[in-house]
């Protein structure tokens, strides 16, 4: 069973917009998250993070809001730029600070389009 | 300020070999933790290392083992390998006891015929 899921394998956004990604889970221990991009050949880069604690966490041009009732966070990336093409991963930890092993979804493929 | 690195890149072996993977972390963490990244999968949890000692484990079976040294570096080994154990490996580390955000390396990318 998949414990964190993201839905949707591909997004395309044009250039200067908003993207969205989401992301659903199912454990209830879960108290900490993270969003990872991917560029092909490389290894995934951390963007940022948010704790059960708050809803919302912001770091330039990102935001993840956290909905703690429904399970569902999603990212925010606004505005949308060329290099932001990449696979973006949703991740959860049940120990503040992703100390634990972390659980992945599969995945989302955004495209950005000139 | 070095970030985790990872060797082999690439490697092929056959099904029965054994393989190891290595991993040094980034500089100042304490903790290294080890992925499988199937195709089209997002990475899956197999172990993680601190104080030389293994402190969790994901679903994978004693097939997969590690270890890791006093410099904080570590090995992944996997045993009687399967055509199934192709993937790309990603080694993370983390600081001050597991209590913070893993930063992954590049991945080895394993192929098993």
């Known amino acids: 069973d998949q414990q964190v899921k993201q839905n949707s394998p591909s997004l395309s956004v044009q250039e200067g917009r908003i993207s969205i990604l989401n992301c659903d889970y199912t454990n209830s221990m879960f108290d900490y998250f993270l969003w990872y991009k991917k560029y092909p050949a490389e290894g995934p880069t951390f963007l940022i993070s948010i704790s059960s604690i708050k809803d919302k966490n912001e770091d330039g041009r990102f935001t993840v809001f956290l909905n703690k009732s429904a399970k569902h966070l999603s990212l925010h990336i606004v505005p949308s730029q060329p290099g932001d093409s990449a696979v973006y991963f949703c991740a959860a930890s049940a120990n503040r600070g992703g100390a634990d092993g972390l659980t992945f979804g599969k995945g989302t493929h955004l495209i950005i389009q000139p | 300020d070095a970030g985790v690195t990872q060797s082999p890149t690439h490697l092929i072996k056959t099904r029965g070999q054994q393989v190891t993977l290595r991993c040094s972390p980034k500089s100042g963490h304490d903790t290294v933790s080890w992925y499988q990244q199937a195709l089209g999968q997002g990475p899956q949890f197999i172990f993680q290392y601190y104080e030389e000692e293994e402190r969790q484990r994901g679903n994978f079976p004693d097939r997969f083992s590690g270890h890791q040294f006093p410099n904080y570096s570590s090995e992944l080994n996997v045993n009687a390998l399967l055509l199934g154990d192709s993937a790309l490996y990603l080694c993370?580390?983390?600081?001050?006891?597991?209590?913070?955000?893993?930063?992954f390396g590049p991945g080895t990318r394993l192929l098993v015929l």
């Open positions: 993370a580390s983390s600081l001050q006891g597991g209590r913070g955000t893993q930063y």
